[in-house]
């Protein structure tokens, strides 16, 4: 697992109420570790404490993230498990304790971006605490597969690993539901 997460550390996630962002966080609660989310809004926050399992989960658009993140992380953060790039990633690269890791799974502030990308700006903190920061790819981990859906399936029967679908029914309603998925 590139965020190497151990028992007792914390982890951040972006996008905290989305299908990635959810199961992450519920995997790391499962090996011990303290999750903080980031999502936008009330509704969505209380979906990942209250249904995702997290201890905590921080309103990015009420303002002041970074303050939110240090009163819910008292310790730092020990992996950053990044699904939005950006200025959000700048921001929390500031917050990591040394040694920290930063899988980056996507960069959602970034697909639509128009004229330039967010150019990162803390790079110097990657150095200054040794931070470890990779991207990656599922597909890379193919030969993984079978052996993490078992593990996955055990965590969903015990009901340590909850998720929600989203089911359109008829040929008409396909358009919509493709949409609605991007
Ligand atoms: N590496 C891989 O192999 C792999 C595989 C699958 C997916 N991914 C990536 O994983 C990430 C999460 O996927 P997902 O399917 O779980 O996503 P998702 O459920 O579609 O998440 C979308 C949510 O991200 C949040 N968001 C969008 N733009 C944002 C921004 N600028 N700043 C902060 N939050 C923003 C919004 O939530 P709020 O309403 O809470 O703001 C939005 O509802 C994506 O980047 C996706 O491309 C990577």
């Given at each position: 697992m590139i965020g190497q997460p151990?028992?007792?550390e914390t982890i951040l996630v972006s996008a905290a109420a989305g299908s990635v962002g959810?199961?992450?966080?519920q995997i790391a609660k499962a090996m011990g570790c303290r999750a903080v989310g980031i999502s936008g809004g009330a509704v969505k926050c209380r979906l990942v404490t209250e249904e995702f399992?997290?201890?905590?989960c921080l309103d990015y658009k009420s303002g002041d993230l970074g303050g939110q993140i240090k009163d819910a992380a008292p310790n730092g953060i020990d992996v950053y498990f990044d699904n939005v790039g950006g200025e959000m990633l700048?921001?929390?690269?500031?917050?990591m304790n040394a040694k920290g890791r930063i899988p980056v799974c996507g960069v959602l502030s970034q697909y639509n971006a128009e004229d330039e990308y967010y150019g990162v700006t803390n790079t110097r903190l990657i150095f200054d605490k040794q931070l470890r920061l990779q991207g990656f790819?599922?597909?890379?981990?193919?030969d993984q597969w079978d052996r993490?859906?078992?593990?996955?399936?055990?965590l969903v029967a015990s009901g340590k690993l909850k998720y929600r679908e989203t089911v359109a029914q008829g040929l008409k309603s396909a358009p919509q539901a493709f949409i609605g998925m991007l």
């Open positions: 151990k028992e007792g959810s199961a992450v966080s399992n997290f201890d905590a700048d921001m929390v690269l500031a917050l790819l599922n597909s890379e981990f193919r993490d859906r078992a593990e996955l399936e055990n």
